[in-house]
């Protein structure tokens, strides 16, 4: 399993920006696919993005398709989301986490997990 940290998390209004970091604790950081969760309170845990080990693929959950992109730079051993246009509906704990398989999007397909950084939008 790989250490990860998240930070970047913050309260914002809506329709602003925000960048979030998870930075990794390996040696072969690209050997992982990466992904974003979110959990808003009393609700399950929800897919955002996934990101390939190189960064070449990427995909996106619905909600968020257009507004937030994920990336991710090998050498610093860190994958970003950057979430535009934030919404109210956006409010949640986000979660990076990871992987040696690419193509999953139920949080049961990561078997690493950072702790969270809450980031709430105000209206």
């Known amino acids: 399993q790989v250490q990860l940290v998240e930070s970047g998390g913050g309260l914002v209004q809506a329709g602003d920006s925000l960048r979030l970091s998870c930075a990794a604790s390996?040696?072969?950081?690209?050997?992982?696919?990466m992904a974003w969760f979110r959990q808003a309170p009393r609700k399950e845990r929800e897919f955002v993005a996934t990101?390939?080990?190189?960064?070449?693929?990427?995909y996106y959950a619905d909600s968020v398709k257009g507004r937030f992109t994920i990336s991710r730079d090998n050498a610093k051993n860190t994958v970003y989301l950057q979430m535009n246009s934030l919404k109210p509906e956006d409010t949640a704990v986000y979660y990076c986490?990871?992987?040696?398989?690419?193509?999953?999007?139920?949080?049961?397909?990561?078997?690493?997990w950072g702790r969270g950084t809450q980031v709430t939008v105000s209206s």
């Open positions: 990101i390939s080990w190189s960064g070449s693929n990427t």
């Open positions: 986490a990871a992987d040696y398989r690419y193509g999953g999007s139920s949080w049961t397909d990561f078997r690493s």
């Open positions: 390996t040696r072969t950081f690209a050997s992982y696919a």
